[in-house]
């Protein structure tokens, strides 16, 4: 079976940080001999705290022979596992309370990831890393939600400027949520109106979806059917080419559960899905041992995209650059690769393209016009990427010349 291709080699120490995260007791003797001499712990802990897999790591070696692991890493995972315990349980106790004040709105939010996830996967949420919150809702309610958000106190960050009508309506084409933060509570929250901006057709809005209850600090909290999110969890991980693994390793705990996996193939052709879909079986088959679907191996093993899809995503992860913690986003490394990775036919290629000529966000903060005279944009915006081009070009003279002069 072609599911037996070869992958580029792996780390050492991020064959250590897996074997951490689906650590079991009869793992425990194959786990430590993992445990060499050689291996790079700071590496091993930029890992676990870059892919957000630290509780696991530290879980597991509490579980094994400490001995050979410095004390610095024990206490450093120890830090990071405490300070996000402390997180989680601000966010969820703000989960209850958004949900209830959105219910009294008659306004029905999803949850998309946080501590329902962990209820749904059977994990203590404390295990889970969580830095916002995501709330998905229907666009015809967005405009209600956001005002819920400000009478609770947050502040629209992203962006953080006023928009005219058809600067709205630019943006709600061009991107998929807006981002807010609690001065106060220090939380921040993403307001989806659709799970994603490209790519993505005829996915169900919030109203039309199927849905569920998780019971939360005793609030049944609004989420996702088991089919739809675990598609949803593909499709947010795909969108971000892996670069955290906790989101495979949600994803291998969630395929633990009965899920239908004809609802799943069946959503994903009407969405045009099918390679995330496929890269996402290959990825946690290949990292993380989990037995890919009986009904769905030769449609993986045959989906020539799909496995391009996952080569991509792994050639990245297993190179030391890409092992190393990064701010930075994968969107913004190299506009051929992302054309290559996130779209899949020569159409949307173009339309990529053709949308960097429209509008964005950029023009919108540099000059507020009125929207009678929002055709202007489209002739500043070629005059502001210029200008930023050569501030660029300019700035790189400048720092060539100091370095020359020492």
Known sequence: MALNRAFPKMPPELIFVLSCAKYTETDKEKTNALMTPNIDWDRVLRLAITHRLFPLVYNTLNSLDKTSVPEYVIKTL???CIKNALKVVSITNEIVRIINQMGENEIQPLILK??????KINEDSVFRPTNDIDILVDPLEFARAEKVLEQMGYKRYSPDF???????????????????FHLKRAISVELHWRIRSFNIKRFPTSSNLSTQKINIAGCLVPVMDDEYWLLFLMVHGYKHMWSRLRWLYDIKEFMKINVDWDKIVIQADISELRPILHQTLILVN????????????ESVANDHKAWKLAYTVLGKLFTIENNLPSTKSPFKKDLLINLNYFNFTWENKVFSLFSLLKPSEREFKLISLPDILYPLYYIVKPFHWL????????NCMVVDKQKSNK
């Open 162 to 180: 006023s928009l005219t009508p058809w600067q709205q309506k630019a943006y709600f084409k061009r991107h998929h949520h807006f981002e807010y």
């Open 387 to 394: 200008w930023k081009r050569i501030l660029k070009f300019g």
């Open 286 to 297: 290949k990292l993380f041992d989990v037995a890919i679907p009986n009904r769905m191996e």
């Open 114 to 119: 946080g501590s329902p996830l962990s209820v």
């Open 78 to 80: 120890q830090q990071h």
